[in-house]
């Protein structure tokens, strides 16, 4: 399936199945908005991650449910703010190596400074567009998964595995916390800053 495919999947699954959560969900990011955060970071998103915050531009301030596992959809404006910090500790030389890159777009958080990163300079792999983990203090910087559609193939794949284990016809956010996602052969791939 193609991304757009699997992003409309997720939405119909999220509005039948988590329709609180849905509705936490904030309005599209306008064309406006997304060039604003390109400029701000000095990046070109991918169509893939344009497409995502298209969909929605994140979640709720307020709303501290995970779309998967323990993970929450940041807004473009949590997302500048994440860079932005890193950023300035990176160029203060208070991170070790590959701590922390300014070609790595975190769109995932767990609202506690960790965040899963789309990878668009391919650290250590020589893959753009991969996506790896990024602890605010911890070494591993595992390669995920190794692009956008992947990852969002075993996302709407985790949550048809779990209404039919289920057998309910909506899930819990606890269901969902303990959501686990199938990584594609060969991931993750196990790397550590420092």
């Known amino acids: 399936m193609t991304f757009p495919q699997l ?96 070609n790595w777009v975190p769109f995932l958080t767990n609202g506690s400074g960790d965040h899963v990163c789309l990878d668009l300079e391919g650290t250590f792999t020589g893959q753009p567009g991969q996506l790896l983990e990024h602890w605010h203090d911890w070494e591993p910087r595992d390669v995920v998964f190794p692009n956008l559609t992947a990852w969002l193939t075993a996302v709407v794949q985790a949550y048809e595995a779990a209404l039919i284990e289920t057998g309910e016809t909506e899930l819990t956010d606890e269901q969902v916390l303990d959501l686990e996602l199938e990584s594609p052969a060969g991931f993750p791939i196990e790397f550590r800053a420092g």
Do not use: K
Not at 60 to 69: K, M, R
């Open 7 to 102: 992003l409309s999947q997720l939405d119909t699954l999220l509005q039948q199945h988590r329709p609180e959560y849905y509705a936490e969900l904030n309005p599209p990011a306008t064309a406006a908005e997304l060039a604003a955060f390109e400029t701000e970071v000095g990046l070109t998103l991918p169509a893939e991650l344009r497409a995502w915050f298209s969909w929605h531009n994140g979640q709720n301030d307020e709303c501290f449910e995970g779309l998967v596992a323990n993970y929450e959809c940041p807004s473009l404006s949590s997302v500048a703010e994440s860079m932005r910090i890193n950023r300035e500790l990176l160029e203060a030389g208070d991170f070790a190596a590959n701590w922390w890159q300014p």
